[in-house]
């Protein structure tokens, strides 16, 4: 698959799993911002959980090593049936779209944060969107919990099984359950919107839907405390950070 194509199809919301097929150093290096570090070593393990279906989409590439191909022949063993490689690799990608360095997204000063402050360092964290998150198990320990899916993890399912339209108080009630369940703080993940202005929406790629009323929004104001920004100097990462506190 051409790295246009295969931007095309994030335009257009299309399902579609990117691989990266090297080790976690190189891919934090250099790498497309939805692409997802996946080394032959860790296939068996990871897969089924980011590529629940077995006809999904998936492109593996790597920076010439010629691991990708191993990467994409190992996937298809397991059952995988459109499984293709990026043409060109990280370097055809690079002519086409920007790449990223995880040194210029806020995972890691948000990670560094959380493993430095003895009131957050059991947080369970509650991002929206979900894919804002996926670099935090490089740098941090904490719980990850996906409301659109329901359930904890480490990585997103690129896959139409995520729900597609979620609403702050489906997040907040969200929020409020986990802690209902537990004595850890609770942390609320949200990219930069503004909740000041009535009702409002926010699309992400993969058809994925953000929205919020007017009450929502004040009701999300009277749960939490805003904690810490984040934010990139090169990629769409920025986010805000909030505590719940209130019931």
Known sequence: ??????????????????????????????????????????VEQRIYDLVPRRTAPI???DAGEGIAEKVARRIQSLGYTAVSMLDGGLDGYARAGQLFRDVNVPSKAFGEFLRQSPEFQSAVIVPEPDFTAESLPYYAGNQIYFPREGRFGTTVSWTSASKSHLTLGELLQAARDLRARSTNPVLIVLAPINLDGGDGEQKYMYGKVFSWTAAEAEQFRNATTPLREFNASESDEDYRVFVLTGR
Do not use: K
């Open 1 to 42: 698959m051409t790295a246009s194509e295969l931007r095309r199809r994030w335009r257009e919301n299309e399902e579609v799993a990117l691989f990266d097929a090297r080790e976690e150093g190189p891919y934090a290096d250099a790498h497309p911002f939805f692409a997802i570090c996946l080394p032959i070593s860790q």
């Open 59 to 61: 492109v593996v590439y």
